[in-house]
């Protein structure tokens, strides 16, 4: 639908914008946005964030339809019991976006968006389809933790005490899990495998999730500091090696392997290739499996990778 045929559809009342008791001003990357000071019918479109605004207390009335652990809804799996108990629809997309007719007829008050991955870029793109339906705001992609991303929100929604509870809530369990494991050889290598045989990624070592694992006690392969020619994919979260020098780069004795998605590359996948089967964590059997939701993962999901390490290397 077009910026236009929005703009016809809104002034011809098939979809009645609630009345606000109360309206703030926030910033944002797209500059000033007037928002409710108590949205009621918000849209995550990005599924990346929505765990953040579960976090912060609000329910929310539908939800990008999530690519990772998804549950037969098409919820993330983390934060599947939010969503039911808020009762959020799922809004799908294809490559070539979102559609606009369905999110009017949800008649939100406000629309949450950006942040990473594709659903993040389709809102970038949709902005201002998205703002003509109601206050959007999109969070910037360069925010590439969790922790940014709630207290970019926060800000936003009002909503800081909720966002510092939730992050004690994590120092504590990242402190439980630390007492309770026994850490492999280090250093450690993260893996993003696409497929068999195409060329890897591996998470720089101050991205999120090796920055998880460094809170608990591991030490992220300084791979960056040594490879400096290398250069970071998208947002900066990975890098691709050619695999001419996956035998060279990939060389710690630990591996922890998170595919792109539920069906990706797994330990044993890579084992049965002739390139990565001779790698030392691999050969020596500390090459671990980590689900999806261990790479770009919001609240719930740093609380459930938590709880997959503690299961890994209990002591």
């Not at 500059?31 to 929310?60: C, H, K, M």
């Not at 389809?129 to 207290?151: F, H, K, M, Y």
């Not at 290739?273 to 993962?297: C, E, H, M, N, W």
Request: glycine share 8%; hydrophobic share 45%.
């Amino acid at each position: 639908m077009s910026l236009k045929s929005l703009s016809l559809a809104l002034l011809a009342g098939l979809a009645i914008t609630p009345a606000y008791a109360a309206d703030r001003t926030v910033e944002t990357i797209n500059g000033t946005v007037t928002i409710p000071e108590a949205p009621q019918r918000i849209v995550v479109l990005n599924s990346a964030l929505a765990g953040s605004v579960y976090v912060l207390g609000f329910d929310v009335l539908a939800v990008g339809r999530s690519a990772r652990a998804t549950t037969e809804e098409g919820y993330s799996s983390v934060w599947a019991e939010q969503a039911r108990k808020s009762g959020s629809t799922v809004v799908d997309f294809t490559d070539n976006g979102y559609n606009m007719e369905e999110i009017l007829g949800l008649e939100p008050d406000l629309i949450i968006g950006g942040g990473q991955g594709f659903p993040g870029h389709l809102t970038t793109q949709a902005y201002d389809q998205l703002s003509a339906i109601a206050p959007t705001v999109l969070v910037d992609r360069a925010i590439n933790t969790w922790q940014g991303e709630i207290a970019y929100l926060s800000d936003v929604l009002d909503r800081k005490d909720e966002a510092d509870a939730a992050v004690a809530t994590y120092e504590a369990r990242v402190a439980e899990v630390k007492a309770a494991i026994t850490l492999p050889p280090q250093p450690t290598v993260f893996l993003l495998p696409l497929e068999v045989g195409a060329p890897p990624y591996f998470l720089p070592e101050g991205s999120a999730t090796p920055q998880l694992f460094a809170e608990v006690g591991f030490e992220p392969d300084k791979l960056t500091e040594r490879l400096p020619d290398f250069a970071a994919y998208g947002t900066g979260d990975s890098v691709e090696v050619g695999m001419e020098r996956v035998s060279d780069v990939l060389t710690a004795p630990t591996m922890i392997v998170v595919p792109w998605d539920a069906e990706g590359t797994k330990v044993a996948d890579l084992a049965g290739d002739p390139i990565t089967g001779k790698l030392p964590a691999i050969v020596s059997g500390q090459a671990y499996d980590f689900p999806d939701y261990a790479y770009r993962f919001d609240y719930y999901g740093a609380l459930a990778t938590l709880d997959q390490i503690e299961q890994t290397f209990a002591k």
